[in-house]
């Protein structure tokens, strides 16, 4: 048996087969919850509740999910291009990083700008970001013919040490009581990425509980 790419894809297809995957997704689930011995239903409609049932879930089901979906959608570029770039994490988070040395400087004011225009700043910042981090290994591919498989995955791991060593070093808070997180960002600038801009600009880039710690 071979499995071969189809041609062409009918506009029905593309519509059901996300729809599929889901309805497949929650088939499983369910099974493994009565298996366990909880009801389905109730299982379910708690799920629903906690996820959509007030603005607050909403907005922190947004919170957690925007981010990785925005993550999901820039592999996807590299796929497409043929660069298979594993790193998207490690990108996430080094922007975040980014993004909260942006707008945490001079102890959580940030630059002397405004607050949505400082809001931008940062995302800019941490588009840079991640964009410099897949620059090295682009050019090793290219360059020396380098695995970007390789590359960019060990390259996560490196940016998590990097992390938990600002967020334990110079970048954290003296009144955290010895958690590792860095000092709170101001105000505006929290209310803004609960926006619905903010979701989609500010969260590409923060969203991660670790990266939340960081002043989110």
Do not use: C
């Not at 225009?117 to 840079?128: E, G, Q, R």
């Amino acid at each position: 048996m071979r499995l071969e790419k189809r041609q062409h894809s009918s506009a029905w297809a593309l519509v059901l087969a996300p729809i599929g995957a889901v309805a497949f997704t929650l088939l499983v689930s369910a099974l493994l919850v009565r298996w366990a011995g909880a009801p389905v239903g109730q299982t379910y409609a708690l799920l629903l509740q906690g996820a959509y049932g007030s603005v607050f879930a909403l907005s922190e089901t947004l919170t957690r999910a925007i981010p990785l979906m925005l993550t999901g959608l820039a592999a996807t570029v590299a796929f497409k291009a043929r660069l298979f770039n594993i790193g998207a994490e490690g990108q996430l988070y080094v922007g975040a990083l980014a993004a909260v040395t942006v707008g945490g400087m001079h102890d959580g004011t940030g630059l002397p700008l405004p607050p949505m225009l400082l809001f931008v700043l940062m995302m800019l910042s941490a588009a840079l970001a991640g964009a410099l981090l897949l620059l090295g290994p682009a050019l090793m591919k290219v360059r020396l013919g380098v695995d970007e498989v390789v590359t960019t995955l060990l390259l996560n791991f490196i940016v998590l040490l990097l992390v938990s060593l600002m967020l334990d070093g110079p970048m954290k808070d003296p009144t955290a009581m010895g958690w590792p997180q860095s000092v709170a960002l101001m105000g505006e600038l929290d209310l803004a990425h609960r926006t619905a801009v903010g979701h989609v600009a500010g969260r590409s880039a923060v969203g991660l509980d670790e990266i939340h710690s960081a002043g989110f």
